[in-house]
């Protein structure tokens, strides 16, 4: 199983990036995909999931209307866009899939909200 995320950066309050995640080595569209964040001296914390088809969407309430997420089948990634973004939302950024109970994680991307 390989993850690889890309798209973070330096962005200014206010402004949008989008992350996409490549995934490899297990049958993509069987499994439900998800987005983790940890910010500086914090815990990783869940920040949204998309259902297998892409039809069912679920995100934290810290960035619930200003996130979405998305996904191609056909491709085997995930993005998260996201709008409005705040210093609060600096973090590093990780797909994620669970597989037979196993968390599987990406090298995580850097995304810093700063003026």
């Known amino acids: 199983v390989q993850l690889v995320e890309s798209g973070g950066g330096l962005v200014q309050p206010g402004g949008s990036l989008r992350l996409s995640c490549a995934a490899s080595?297990?049958?993509?569209?069987?499994?439900?995909m998800r987005w983790y964040r940890q910010a500086p001296g914090k815990e990783r914390e869940w920040v949204a999931t998309?259902?297998?088809?892409?039809?069912?969407?679920n995100f934290a309430d810290s960035v619930k209307g200003r996130f979405s997420i998305s996904r191609d089948n056909a491709k085997n990634t995930v993005d998260l866009q996201m709008n409005s973004l705040k210093p609060e939302d600096t973090a590093v950024y990780f797909c994620?899939?669970?597989?037979?109970?196993?968390?599987?994680w990406g090298q995580g991307t850097q995304v810093t909200v700063s003026s």
């Open positions: 994620n899939v669970m597989l037979f109970s196993r968390n599987y």
């Open positions: 080595g297990f049958t993509f569209s069987s499994y439900n």
């Open positions: 998309i259902s297998t088809t892409g039809g069912s969407r």
